[in-house]
């Protein structure tokens, strides 16, 4: 079967396997439960989503925007279902509306309502937008992606797992259309070998630390497969709860 | 024989005449009475949307928009357990012959109200306490059948926002008219004197029936039959919807070496696919000249 597209109710594997994110299990056989890739090489079946909303997770770093400020804290949005609270002690200055913060998930309840630690303002910069699940190829495996990227523009950047992507200074407009490319083409393989040749051609950015082609990974598993070793992490911790999504029919 | 009274139509429905027990062809100039209306959706088309799709299945235009899971709102709306797929059903003022009012109707609301119920079958609602998936679906052009082409383009919309499902919900309307057990039924047998209107849904992988309306009186035996048929019916739809989605993707690939060139430029190449069911083209090919003799016709009167 290897990798190929999959719709949701798609099989993809027709024997018992581990369960990997995205699929369910249906009179012995695994299925799939979103648009995706599904991959069923090795032990595990899994899907990996094309499409799809911000799932909070423990330990991701998110980006979130201040959307309300009542007297005890502030309603932080992390373009997720629900918005998160912080208390006002959380920060060393008063915030207002618009702020954007970046902080860890410290725990996620069975509402999916996100409890957020170590936050910080950020001063300044932009946010670029992309599609929550395709943010793992912005970081590429080990941060290969993300240190080609930051070599090529110049940026500060940091990466929400929420769907958004903060940057200052550098080459802000030459970011986000590397942000996009990279977010339109997350299905394809070898996505780090292309944007590299294309900051090849650009001559170099003022404040960019280093040469393009330096101690860079070369090689990037195939389409979807190479995820940074956070997502791996995440992944397994989803899949003792993925266990449970059996269905019964 | 075919009679039209053009002045008649729509209103009280059109006075046609035929037989399809001896005839050989049906009045769209399709030849089986097992074959579907030609069918195209593509996938994508709205760009603020989660998820969206545009469906054509013969005469029947109509887009479907997915937004969610998020909040719900009104708060008591909420249900802690699941998620509640809210469904709105429209109809363009100018999608049939006499003007509709745009104020949703009865007809409105039950629509909504079942093909919301169809797809919580599929999604996996549980997932998403206290959350809501909005599907918008609109009728911009329609010819009977409209609520099973809503349901078409409202499960592929939900496929394309990303949002976990057990299946895919495929529908077609099936019934019986002008004496006969026909699939899809347009406007014209649907108000023949003897019709009966059997909107159906199932989820193709398990055969489980989401959706099943009946209008008109029929024999179990033609019953049974009108299902078969519709079940068969459903399946050949599942294949579009699957091929619609998986287009999105793999035309991309195709693009893809193009796109390569183009970075340095406007860094992109989309191609959100259509897609056209190779049976409903050859179908379309056909009913291409029964069209065009409808519109002569209305001109003369």
Same mark, same amino acid.
């Given at each position: ?249 | ?9 729509? #209103? $009280?429905?059109? @006075? ?5 027990? +001896?005839?050989?062809? *049906? &009045? ?46 009104? #708060? $008591?709306?909420? @249900? ?5 797929? +809210?469904?709105?059903? *429209? &109809? ?50 329609? @010819? ?158």
């Amino acid at each position: 079967m290897s990798k190929k597209v999959v719709v949701p109710g798609d099989l993809v594997s027709a024997e018992r396997k581990r369960l990997g994110s995205n699929v369910f299990v249906a009179d012995g056989k695994v299925y799939a439960k979103v648009l995706g890739i599904s991959d069923d090489e090795g032990e595990v079946a899994s899907v990996v989503a094309l499409e799809g909303k911000y799932n909070p997770q423990p330990q991701d770093t998110v980006i979130g925007v201040v959307g309300r400020v009542v007297f005890a804290g502030y309603g932080i949005n992390l373009n997720s279902y629900t918005e998160s609270f912080m208390p006002k002690s959380a920060f060393r200055e008063e915030l207002k509306m618009g702020d954007i913060i970046v902080a860890t998930i410290s725990y996620v309840n069975e509402l999916k309502e996100a409890d957020l630690e170590y936050a910080k303002k950020l001063y300044g910069g932009d946010i670029i937008e992309v599609t929550p699940v395709r943010t793992p190829r912005l970081i590429g495996k080990n941060g290969s992606m993300l240190d080609l990227i930051r070599r090529g523009t110049g940026c500060e950047i940091i990466i929400g797992k929420n769907g958004r992507v903060w940057a200052r200074n550098g080459n802000l407009p030459l970011l986000k259309k590397v942000v996009k490319f990279i977010e339109e083409n997350s299905y394809k393989s070898n996505l780090t070998n292309t944007i590299e040749s294309f900051f090849g051609e650009v001559p170099s950015v003022p404040g960019a630390k280093g040469k393009k082609g330096t101690d860079t990974p070369s090689e990037e598993s195939e389409v979807l497969g190479g995820e940074s070793e956070e997502i791996n992490l995440t992944q397994e911790k989803q899949e003792s709860e993925e266990y449970d999504t059996t269905e019964g029919e | 024989m075919i009679l039209l009274k053009v002045n008649e139509m729509g #209103k $009280h429905g059109s @006075n046609v005449e035929a037989d399809y027990s +001896k005839d050989k062809k *049906r &009045m769209d100039g399709r030849k089986g009475m097992d074959e579907l209306r030609p069918m195209s959706i593509k996938v994508g088309v709205i760009p603020n949307a989660d998820g969206s799709a545009y469906l054509e299945w013969g005469q029947n235009k109509v887009y479907a928009a997915v937004y969610g899971p998020r909040e719900a709102l009104p #708060k $008591h709306s909420q @249900n802690p357990y699941k998620a509640v797929i +809210k469904v709105a059903y *429209r &109809m363009a003022t100018f999608s049939v012959p006499e003007r509709k009012q745009p104020r949703p109707n009865r007809r409105d609301y039950e629509i909504s109200k079942v093909l919301g119920e169809a797809l919580e079958r599929a999604v996996f609602v549980e997932n998403f306490p206290n959350t809501e998936i909005s599907v918008f679906v609109e009728v911009v052009d329609s @010819n009977a059948g409209s609520r099973v082409a809503c349901l078409t383009a409202a499960s592929c919309a939900l496929a394309d926002a990303g949002i976990p499902m057990r299946d895919m919900v495929a529908a077609t309307g099936t019934g019986k008219a002008f004496n006969e057990i026909v699939l899809d039924l347009n406007k014209d047998e649907e108000d023949a004197s003897d019709a009966v209107d059997i909107p159906l849904a199932i989820l193709p992988r398990s055969g489980e029936i989401v959706l099943l309306q009946m209008d008109g009186v029929i024999t179990k035996e033609e019953f049974a039959k009108a299902m078969q048929m519709g079940i068969k019916g459903c399946k050949d739809i599942y294949e579009v919807q699957k091929a619609a989605l998986k287009a999105k993707y793999e035309l991309e690939e195709l693009a893809l070496n193009s796109a390569e060139k183009e970075i340095k430029g406007d860094a992109t190449a989309q191609g959100a696919g259509e897609v056209k069911a190779p049976k409903a083209e050859k179908a379309e090919a056909d009913s291409k000249p029964a069209k065009k003799e409808g519109k002569a016709k209305k001109v003369k009167k």
